[in-house]
């Protein structure tokens, strides 16, 4: 389902626990990691449709959140051509997102990524909420500054926002195309942040990769 401009209407979750820490996703088989999101299906509207996502990619029903805040518009991104089917190509452009600012309720271990057969992250942990751009795929990354700063006000302040949104502003001035090297040890390895719970699915095959989701 496309506007007339080619953007498919998506949702995206900026989910909090108790000390104001974002959910932080990482893709399935890659190193990068991302924010809950999905498309909207027909018939539904916004707030349907995270619910649903909320629960098929993270595990979570209604009862465990509290909904804070929304974005009051579409943010859009363009999606590369590399990641577009041939078929697609000069129909579908994007993505154009509402995005929702989540208050877990309930507790760490409600969280299930694999509630479905078909899962979108292999580990998560809670990050700051300023979270590090470098490691977000690059055409999202416009996307995610915007919904971030527009959905701050609304997240309770600490002492240390202003360092963290320093550290978060200069993180996406890096070179593009980078990986984080923080994410990876010697052999290139994937090597997990502190806190961070991996959920490895061994009948998933590396070489079925995706890039990542549009």
Do not use: C
């Not at 959910?23 to 399935?28: D, M, T, V, Y």
């Not at 899962?119 to 470098?134: G, H, I, S």
């Not at 070179?175 to 502190?194: F, H, K, T, W």
Request: hydrophobic share 35%; charged share 30%.
């Amino acid at each position: 389902m496309l506007d007339r401009d080619g953007f498919r209407p998506n949702v995206g979750i900026i989910l909090l626990n108790q000390k104001s820490q974002v959910f932080w996703g990482k893709r399935i088989r890659t190193h990068s990691w991302q924010f809950p999101q999905g498309g909207i299906d027909r018939g539904e509207n916004p707030e349907q449709a995270m619910f649903r996502e909320l629960h098929e990619e993270v595990g979570l029903h209604p009862h465990h959140v509290q909904v804070l805040a929304r974005t009051r518009d579409w943010l859009r991104y363009e999606v590369p051509d590399r990641y577009i089917r041939r078929d697609a190509r000069g129909h579908y452009k994007g993505q154009k997102q509402i995005w929702f600012l989540l208050q877990l309720t309930g507790h760490d271990w409600d969280l299930n990524l694999r509630a479905t057969d078909h899962p979108e992250f292999d580990a998560w942990r809670w990050n700051d909420y300023w979270v590090p751009l470098d490691v977000v795929v690059e055409f999202k990354r416009g996307v995610y500054e915007m919904a971030l700063n527009e959905l701050s006000r609304y997240v309770p302040r600490s002492d240390n926002r202003s360092e963290q949104r320093s550290r978060y502003m200069r993180s996406g001035q890096r070179r593009e195309g980078q990986p984080n090297a923080s994410l990876m040890d010697d052999s290139g390895a994937m090597d997990l942040p502190p806190g961070a719970s991996f959920d490895p699915d061994p009948q998933n095959d590396l070489r079925d990769l995706p890039a990542a989701k549009p």
